[in-house]
């Protein structure tokens, strides 16, 4: 199987590697071959995060230039900066939700317009899921679910290589078991609103 690409970035403390160890631990127990690269970042609340994960055969979890399948990007800003993993056949979800930088803040450089980013997204990629994951999670139940709303999109994604069972399967076995609950509700949120488009 040629290797399904995924780079996933945001900002420490969003679930961005809880996220990447529930798509890989799905992977293997739907016996597909997983590489995921060390977390590049740091992964304290507010440092930049992003880690890769490739599906299939691959040796090395390192996503080369334009050839990430699928963008997961949990933080707006740090889509954009993600661009050039992306390519015309990559689909993106993004969360619009934005969390400003501490070198934002203050200076006189504003954050980019929400519309703005979308629209440099849509203009270098296939497709873009836009979803206030923030809101959806707080409507699950919790903030902390964010992470589980932008799994749920991802995975009703086109071509995304891991069904839903074996994915809510990895789900339960590794967030803890009184937040399951919540964590489910904020994945279907992700999911239907993914599915709807």
């Known amino acids: 199987m040629e290797p399904y690409n995924i780079y996933i970035c945001?900002?420490?403390?969003?679930?961005?590697?809880?996220?990447?160890?529930?798509?890989?631990?799905?992977?293997?127990?739907?016996?597909?071959?997983v590489v995921m690269s060390e977390v590049h970042g740091m992964a304290q609340r507010g440092g930049v995060v992003s880690t890769e994960l490739k599906i299939g055969n691959s040796k090395s979890p390192i996503i080369e230039k334009g050839s990430a399948d699928l963008l997961i990007a949990f933080e707006p800003m740090e889509a954009l900066r993600a661009i050039p993993k992306a390519s015309k056949d990559t689909y993106v979800i993004v969360n619009t939700s934005p969390i400003m930088p501490f070198n934002i803040i203050g200076s006189?450089?504003?954050?980019?317009?929400i519309q703005d980013i979308l629209d440099e997204l849509k203009s270098k990629v296939k497709d873009v899921f836009a979803l206030d994951a923030e809101k959806a999670a707080k409507e699950a139940g919790h903030i902390l679910s964010l992470n589980m709303v932008m799994l749920g999109?991802?995975?009703?994604v086109s071509g995304f290589p891991i069904d839903k069972e074996a994915v809510l399967k990895s789900m339960k076995a590794n967030l803890p078991q009184k937040s399951i609950p919540i964590n489910m509700k904020a994945y279907e949120k992700g999911f239907e609103f993914v599915s709807s488009k």
């Not at 945001?10 to 071959?33: L, N, R």
């Not at 999109?153 to 009703?156: D, L």
């Open 10 to 33: 945001g900002v420490g403390g969003q679930g961005i590697i809880k996220t990447s160890i529930v798509i890989g631990e799905a992977a293997m127990k739907s016996d597909m071959g």
């Open 108 to 113: 006189e450089v504003p954050y980019p317009k």
């Open 153 to 156: 999109g991802s995975t009703a």
